[in-house]
C-alpha cells in the first residue's frame, strides 16, 4: 500500500513538474522494471491532463463571459478630459482671432472708402472738372440751402439715374466717379438709397454747384385747335382762334421786367379778351379756346442741362428767353424755339426738348 | 496600461495566485487592445486575438502558481509577450499549413486553437466535468492550480492534509475507473 502511495505521489510530482531529478530517476527505474506501473502511469498522465483542460475551458468560458472590453468605458478618464478640454480651447482661441481679424479688416475697408471719398472731392473742386450734382439724395423731406446744405427746392431738379447697383455704390462709401449720370434723359428718376440719413451727414459740409433761377415771367399761349384749322375758310372764326400773340411774352415778371411791359400785358390781356368775345359770339363751339398764361421760369443748369420740367409752373433749362414762344394746339402746349416746335409734356421728371419733325403739325403750329 | 504602477501589478499577481478569477479578467482587459492591434496588423482578426488573449492569461494564471516564478517586469508586459509569442507560434503553424498552397497570403491565416492533445480528450474533460463538485473542484486546485494540500485543505475546509490526500485518491480513481469503463488506454495514446 505504502508503495502504491510513493507511485502516485511520483507521478504528481511528475505531473505537476515539481519532481526532482532523483524522483525522475527513482520513477524511471519502477516503471522501466514494471510494464503495469507504465500503464498506470500514462492513464495518471492522461487523465491529468484531462482535468487541466476541463479547468482551462472554465477559464476560458468564464473570461469570455466577463471580459468584454468597453473601449468608451474610460470616456471621462485624464486622457480624454485632457484632449477634450485642448479641443475645445483650440476653437475658442481661433474664434476670438478669426473675429479680430474681420473686424480689423472691416475697419481698414472703412478708412479706405473714406479717404477715397475726400480725393473724389477734391478733385471735383478742381476748376475745368465737370460738375456734378451733388449730394445725390432720395426724394423726401431733405433740404439743401445755398451754403450747401440740403433744402427741399433743389430737391426737385436732383433726380438723377441711378441704375441697378446703386445702393452698392451708394454703401461703398459714396465713390462719386462710379455715378452713371446719362444727358439723356438727364433727371429719369429720383435717386434712391436707404443710406439718405448717412448720405445726408456724409455729404452736409461739401461744396454743392447748384443750378441757378435766372427769371421767372408770364407767357400766354397762343391756342389752335384742329376743329378750328379746319373751318379756315372762315376768315372770320379763324380771326377769332389767334387769340395772343407771341409778342405776349415777358409781359410781365416778378424779379426784372419793367413797368412798360407790364403795361404791354395788360394792353395785351384786355385785347385778348375783347377778341375772345367777339369769337365767343361768331362761334360757340369755340368758347373752350381760352388763352392760357403760363409761368415761366428760366434756369441755368451747372451741367449745361437743356430740357424742362412742367409741373404747375414751366422750368426751362438752358434756353434764352428771348427766343421762345408758347402755344398750345388741341389741347397740347408747343413751343417755338427759332422755328423749332418741341412738345411740352406735364411731368415731373426733367425732360430734354424733343422738336418735332412732323411737317404738317409744324404747319398747322405755323397756323399755314 | 499608461501609468499602471507596481503596486497594482503586485496586488494583481496576488490575487491570480489566489485564483481569483477576475483579477484574471482585469488583466485580459488591460492587454487585449495592444494585442488586438498587433495581431490586427499582422492580418489577424479580433476572434483571433480573443483566443490568443484567452490562452496567454490561462499562461499566466498556470505560471504565476509555480514556485519558482519571479515577475520582473510589468505583469502586463509579460502578459502580452506570452500572447506575441502565442500569436507567433500560431503564425508559423499556419504557415507550415498553407506552404503547399500557391497563396499562403496572412489574410487567409485562420487561428487553430492550441489543441495539442488529441480529439478523445475532449471525452476526458467531459468526464471531469461530468463529476461531483467537490471531486471536481479537489482535483482542479490540485493538478492544474498545483495548490498543495494544505491549502486545499483550508479552501476547501477539509479537517486535514490527509483527508484532502484521501479525498483526492478517491476521486481521481473514480474518474479512471469511469474512463477505463468506457475506453481502453491506448484509445487516447
Redesign the interface.
Same mark, same amino acid.
Given at each position: 500500500m505504502a508503495s502504491k502511495e510513493r507511485h502516485?505521489e511520483l507521478f504528481?510530482k511528475y505531473? =505537476?513538474?515539481?519532481i526532482t531529478k532523483a524522483e525522475e530517476k527513482e520513477m524511471h527505474l519502477l516503471i522501466k522494471n514494471n510494464p503495469e506501473l507504465e500503464?498506470e502511469f500514462?492513464?495518471?498522465k492522461?487523465? &491529468? @491532463?484531462?482535468?487541466?483542460? &476541463?479547468?482551462? @475551458? @472554465?477559464?476560458?468560458d468564464? +473570461?469570455?463571459e466577463?471580459?468584454k472590453?468597453e473601449?468608451f468605458q474610460n470616456i471621462w478618464g485624464k486622457?480624454w478630459r485632457s484632449a477634450s478640454a485642448v479641443i475645445v480651447l483650440l476653437f475658442t482661441f481661433s474664434f476670438f482671432i478669426a473675429q479680430y481679424l474681420s473686424k480689423k479688416a472691416a475697419n481698414e475697408m472703412t478708412v479706405a472708402n473714406k479717404e477715397d471719398v475726400l480725393k473724389t472731392e477734391k478733385t471735383k473742386e478742381q476748376p475745368g472738372s465737370n460738375p456734378i450734382k451733388e449730394p445725390i439724395t432720395e426724394e423726401s423731406d431733405i433740404t439743401l440751402n445755398n451754403s450747401g446744405n440740403i433744402t427741399q427746392e433743389s430737391l426737385d431738379y436732383k433726380n438723377i439715374e441711378v441704375f441697378e447697383d446703386a445702393e452698392l455704390i451708394a454703401s461703398d462709401a459714396m465713390d462719386t466717379n462710379r455715378f452713371v449720370v446719362e444727358e439723356e434723359p438727364y433727371f429719369k428718376k429720383p435717386v434712391t438709397s436707404n443710406k439718405s440719413e448717412e448720405l445726408k451727414k456724409e455729404y452736409k459740409d461739401l461744396p454743392i454747384a447748384e443750378e441757378k433761377k435766372l427769371f421767372d415771367t408770364t407767357f400766354i399761349a397762343q391756342v389752335y385747335s384742329s376743329r378750328i384749322t379746319d373751318k379756315k375758310d372762315n376768315p372770320q372764326s379763324e380771326a377769332g382762334t389767334e387769340i395772343v400773340q407771341s409778342k405776349a411774352r415777358n409781359a410781365s415778371t416778378k424779379n426784372n421786367v419793367e413797368l412798360k411791359e407790364k403795361e404791354s400785358l395788360e394792353a395785351t390781356k384786355e385785347q385778348m379778351v375783347k377778341d375772345t368775345i367777339d369769337a365767343e359770339l361768331k362761334n360757340e363751339k369755340d368758347l373752350d379756346l381760352e388763352p392760357i398764361s403760363i409761368f415761366v421760369e428760366f434756369w441755368q443748369s451747372p451741367l449745361n442741362f437743356k430740357g424742362y420740367q412742367y409741373q404747375s409752373a414751366l422750368k426751362l433749362y438752358g434756353i434764352k428767353s428771348e427766343s421762345i414762344s408758347i402755344i398750345q394746339y388741341d389741347y397740347i402746349l408747343y413751343m417755338k424755339v427759332s422755328d423749332q416746335y418741341c412738345k411740352i409734356v406735364k411731368s415731373k421728371e426733367y425732360l430734354p426738348f424733343k422738336f418735332i419733325k412732323d411737317i404738317n403739325l409744324i404747319q398747322k403750329l405755323n397756323g399755314n | 496600461m =499608461?501609468g499602471r504602477s507596481r503596486a497594482k501589478d503586485k496586488q494583481q499577481l496576488k490575487q491570480i495566485q489566489e485564483g481569483d478569477?477576475?483579477a $484574471?479578467?482585469s488583466l485580459?482587459?488591460d492587454c487585449?487592445?495592444t494585442v488586438k492591434n498587433l495581431i490586427a496588423h499582422q492580418g489577424g482578426s479580433e476572434t483571433i486575438a @480573443?483566443d490568443v488573449m484567452?490562452d496567454a492569461? +490561462?499562461a499566466v494564471?498556470e505560471n504565476c502558481r509555480? &514556485?519558482d516564478f519571479n515577475l520582473t517586469s510589468l505583469l502586463t508586459t509579460y502578459t502580452i509577450a506570452i500572447a506575441k509569442n502565442l500569436w507567433y507560434k500560431e503564425m508559423n503553424k499556419t504557415k507550415r499549413m498553407t506552404k503547399g498552397n500557391e497563396e499562403p497570403h496572412v489574410n487567409r491565416m485562420v487561428f487553430v486553437p492550441n489543441n495539442d &492533445?488529441p480529439m478523445d /480528450?475532449?471525452i476526458?474533460?467531459d468526464?471531469?466535468?461530468s463529476m461531483g463538485n467537490t471531486c471536481?473542484e479537489l482535483?482542479?486546485l490540485?493538478?492544474?492550480?498545483?495548490l498543495d494540500t494544505k491549502t486545499i485543505a483550508k479552501k476547501m475546509n477539509f479537517a486535514n492534509t490527509n483527508t484532502v490526500k484521501s479525498k483526492k485518491?478517491q476521486c481521481?480513481k473514480k $474518474?479512471?475507473e469511469k /474512463?477505463?469503463s468506457k475506453f481502453n488506454?491506448e484509445d487516447?495514446?
Open positions: 502516485i504528481d505531473v =505537476l513538474g515539481t500503464l500514462k492513464t495518471h492522461l487523465l &491529468a @491532463e484531462g482535468i487541466k483542460l &476541463a479547468r482551462k @475551458e @472554465e477559464l476560458k468564464y +473570461i469570455k466577463h471580459g472590453v473601449y486622457k | =499608461l478569477k477576475d $484574471l479578467v485580459y482587459k487585449f487592445t @480573443e484567452q492569461v +490561462i494564471w509555480k &514556485a &492533445a /480528450m475532449t476526458l474533460k468526464m471531469v466535468n471536481r482535483l482542479v490540485f493538478y492544474f492550480d498545483g485518491y481521481f $474518474l479512471q /474512463m477505463t488506454l487516447f495514446l
